[in-house]
């Protein structure tokens, strides 16, 4: 049964500590991404990786890091620097299709800092 | 990429067929336009994508004139269970699969 998981679906974290969201996918898809989604709003991007051993910063990637050394994980480490971490965060993958490339989302991890 | 413009809010009743236009006047000859749907907690689920006239599958209609400055996707008898944020984009066919996310649409579907 192919999808995306992610892991864990809650998380709580005291500040001052770093955390690692794990992202693993078996579409076989080139491409993974990571959205943040706060109450309310759109999602936004954080870090995205078109093939394995390199990734590119999105639109907030400040306090956040990645890596993708296989082509099935993406983990998503949020680091003390971030100052605002408390949010909803979404790992998705992607196949290149005619007309673009359709994103699979994950089912999300909540993490709450205390 | 394009900047879509939908409303923030709608409400239907079951039964009903719901429209939802969105806008997006800088849309550029290779870009797609693409409908998701968000459950609460959920990660985003994509619905349709046309390029331009009517695009049809077992979910939903997407209508995109021959200008494309608009689209609307069509929910044929609509039920609880299509309570959601839908979400319009516009892509290229070609970039690197980057997309923005606007605050969505909330549909509410009431009894």
């Known amino acids: 049964d192919g999808g995306i998981t992610q892991s864990p679906k809650y998380l709580f974290r005291k500040e001052g500590q770093n955390v690692t969201l794990s992202c693993e996918q078996n579409?076989?898809?080139?491409?993974m991404y990571w959205y943040r989604q706060d109450p309310g709003q759109g999602l936004r991007l954080i870090y995205y990786?078109?093939?394995?051993?390199?990734?590119q910063k999105g639109d907030i990637a400040e306090g956040y890091s990645v890596s993708r050394e296989k082509k099935e994980s993406f983990p998503l480490t949020v680091t003390s620097a971030q100052k605002n971490p408390t949010a909803f965060y979404l790992c998705?993958?992607?196949?290149?299709?005619?007309?673009?490339?359709?994103?699979?989302f994950g089912p999300g991890t909540r993490l709450t800092v205390l | 990429l394009a900047k879509t413009t939908q409303p923030i809010s709608m409400d239907s009743y079951e039964g009903q067929e719901v429209n939802i236009t969105c806008s997006h006047n800088?849309?550029?000859?290779?870009?797609?336009i693409t409908w998701y749907q968000q459950f609460p907690s959920q990660g985003p689920r994509f619905i349709i994508q046309?390029?331009?006239t009517k695009v049809t599958n077992e979910v939903a209609s997407l209508f995109i004139p021959a200008d494309r400055k608009s689209s609307t996707l069509s929910l044929p008898r609509v039920s609880l269970s299509d309570t959601a944020v839908y979400y319009c984009l516009v892509r290229g066919s070609s970039n690197t699969g980057k997309l923005i996310f606007g605050q969505g649409t909330t549909l509410q579907v009431k009894p």
């Open positions: 800088n849309i550029a000859t290779n870009d797609y």
């Open positions: 990786s078109q093939i394995v051993n390199d990734f």
């Open positions: 046309g390029y331009k």
């Open positions: 579409l076989n898809h080139d491409a």
């Open positions: 998705a993958s992607s196949i290149r299709r005619a007309g673009g490339n359709e994103q699979f």
